[in-house]
């Protein structure tokens, strides 16, 4: 099986990395830096292709279509980086919101069309967006999130587009509006704050969702909150 995966230099997708690696896939990794993983207890690292750079740049599309070229078909395809401001909205910048929307709605859209062609030549593929439980309509609401939360509901209803536009195709569309897990992103919307999961838990649940239940659903965005924030 082939997955790629976005923003894996720490936090969640680091862990979900971690246990593709370890499960046997083949992966290919897009992180602005390096990924440290010198615990991996499968060492076969050449199931590994690490791809350091922004996701936003053309070079590195360049790059995961090269490999892509080599692989003909792609299985999954997770779009974790993320990018948050956490700023009063007044005080909010077009650079700010333009980075924020950058990151968070307009990467996961171009690497959606550049991976589909090879998520349709699998026999069944999932391509899977990390929202925000804040990107959600009707859930609750927090001061300085606006810039953040917004561009994580633009997401979830791509998910929904995409889902309908290849209704057609052998691929699943679904997007996890993840609630608070433990990690430097968390750390910055709210300082101090103990969330209920660990990365490694959050990745595990993401990964068992991709085997054992994105088959049975279809542009759902899933709430995967346990707390609030
Ligand atoms: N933690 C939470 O409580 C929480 C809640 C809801 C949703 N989420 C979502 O879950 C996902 C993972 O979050 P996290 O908490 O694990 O965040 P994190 O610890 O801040 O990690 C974010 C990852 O994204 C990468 N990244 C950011 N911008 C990038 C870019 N332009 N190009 C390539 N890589 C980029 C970062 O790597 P570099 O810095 O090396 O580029 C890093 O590896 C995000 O989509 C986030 O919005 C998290």
New binding site residues.
Partial sequence: MKAII?????????EILRKLLNDGYEVMS????ETNLDDLTNKDSTNWKEIIG???DEDVHYKIINVLNEWKSLDILIN?????ISKPFEELNYTEVKNSFD??YY?PFKLSQICIPYLKNAEKASLIN?G??GGVQGSVKFPGLSAYSSS?GALAILTECLAEEYKDTSIHFNCLA????Q????EKAFPGYQ?PFS?KQMAYYIINFIENSSEMMNGKIISVSASTP
Avoid: D, H, Q, Y
Avoid at 30 to 33: L, N, V
Avoid at 80 to 84: E, K, P
Avoid at 183 to 186: D, G, H, R, S, V
């Fill in positions: 976005t923003g894996c230099s720490k936090g969640i997708g680091k897009i992180s602005r830096s922004n996701i936003l974790n980086a993320g990018f948050l990151v968070n990467a990390i925000s439980i994580k993840l609630g608070a897990v990690t430097e992103m968390l969330a990365p």
